[in-house]
């Protein structure tokens, strides 16, 4: 599904700022998997995610999605073959369109487009259903604009669009991060809900080490551009925050210090 190899991503190279995000990269995901992403901060784990959506150009190395080599396709190339959720819940929405303008905008996503806008009452019904299943009342608020949702409505609807038509991989930047410790379990669930019915590759950055554990069938640890721990399975439902702490100091040779992540 997905194969990242030796893949390398320095910033400002040859200035004061020079920085090493990517430092050999090597990943393979199969189809279904669902893989959460812990680390510090400038630990690559983001970059990682905007390596394969193709937000940065890589120095070297390649990227495999689907069996076709996307390492130097633009962004928008790659775009009808991804869903994104940002960690800003405004990033993903249009505010000034209505809900089921959203909606049909990423249902048209890769789609010829002709004249024609109108949204069909086939449209209607699909979005109506999708969004019942949020259980945010929004399906009887389908004109409203999506500037008048909270932060929570407009992320969980961000979600939604992102899935509506199933991308070959779904990548999630810490988007609950932004939220109230409810909604932002209320937006956890319901990825859980979406990328099991729909079975998809999905990859979820998240600085909250209890969700990393919980959430998905494997976990990978990065710290300065590599990927350190890949755990799986059993052994990753067994785990506990102490357990991610202790190997991380095995595989780094650091204390965990992050004070972000310990408090999460």
Request: aromatic content about 4%; charged content about 30%.
């Amino acid at each position: 599904m997905l194969r990242i190899k030796d893949v390398h991503k320095t910033f400002n190279k040859g200035t004061a700022n020079e920085k090493k995000a990517l430092n050999g990269v090597n990943l393979h995901l199969n189809p279904g998997d669902f893989v959460t992403i812990i680390g510090g901060n400038g630990a690559g784990k983001s970059t990682t995610l905007n390596m394969v959506a193709g937000v940065y150009s890589i120095d070297k190395g390649t990227i495999l999605l689907d069996d076709k080599d996307i390492s130097d396709w633009p962004e928008h190339k790659r775009a009808n073959m991804l869903g994104r959720v940002f960690q800003d819940p405004m990033m993903g929405t249009a505010a000034g369109m209505q809900i089921e303008e959203n909606l049909a905008m990423a249902y048209r996503r890769g789609k010829r487009r002709g004249l024609s806008w109108g949204i069909t009452h086939k449209e209607k019904e699909l979005y109506k259903e999708r969004l019942a299943m949020l259980d945010l009342g929004l399906e009887d608020r389908m004109t409203s604009k999506v500037g008048l949702l909270s932060g929570g409505q407009r992320q969980a609807l961000t979600l939604l669009m992102a899935t509506l038509r199933k991308p070959s991989l779904l990548l999630l930047d810490e988007h609950t991060a932004a939220l109230d410790p409810k909604t932002a379990k209320k937006v956890l669930d319901l990825t859980e809900l979406i990328v099991d019915r729909d079975q998809l590759t999905t990859m979820m950055v998240t600085h909250n080490m209890k969700d990393a554990i919980k959430v998905g069938n494997r976990l990978i640890m990065m710290n300065e551009g590599h990927i350190i721990y890949d755990v799986s399975g059993e052994e990753k439902k067994n785990l506990k925050v102490a357990d991610l702490l202790q190997k991380f100091e095995e595989a780094s040779g650091e204390d965990f210090s992050n004070d972000r992540m310990l408090l999460s």
